[in-house]
């Protein structure tokens, strides 16, 4: 079985300053991880996704994450918040074979970002 | 924009009744991928499509059932409604089966049950 847990439901930092959100994963096999990032009545966006290369991984925005084996992790982060980085960020694990991740994705509970001015 | 079209963006009814979701995937993308969103339950994977075949099921009720055309796109049929099943209802797609895991959401139904 495999599951994501993000440690933070809500997390608040001003504008400028650094971004961090948790992510802890289990799965049996090797996963693949993903964060994901829903703005207010929008779809889920791909952030970032590690699937076995590189163990730090950027994606758009000015995001990163860093996949950590030994402490089962792959936190987020960001130097620098902006407003418009406000919004729901989701860790999200997969199934592994061969290189290639299966559709059906396991949801973390999500963490709402809040950027203050 | 990420391409993959949902209608109705809200839908409001009584429990009972019966609903379709209908979903367009975008250009291309063989694979279509249902999910619920609520608060309580958070995201939860539903059902699977890849060219018009059911390929991965989750925690989908008897109660609810998809189906994908031959035009490959979609539709997921609740009936009976309850009050529990006010959610927010996802269609992604992605262009293979099993690909690099990134799948491309629409902007989802909004399903209220009175």
Redesign the interface.
Known sequence: AQSVTQLDSHVSVSEGTPVLLRCNYSSSYSPSLFWYVQHPNKGLQLLLKYTSAATLVKGINGFEAEFKKSETSFHLTKPSAHMSDAAEYFCVVSLTSGGTSYGKLTFGQGTILTVHP | D?G?TQTPKHLITATGQRVTLRCSPRSGDL?V?WYQQSLDQ????LI?YYNGEE??K?NILERFSAQQFPDLHSELNLSSLELGDSALY?C?S?V????????F????SRLTVL
Do not use: N
């Open positions: 990420s993959v694979s991928y958070g995201l939860q994977f699977q390929r991965a989750g996802f992604a992605s293979a089966l099993a690909g690099t895991g990134e799948l959401f629409g902007e989802g």
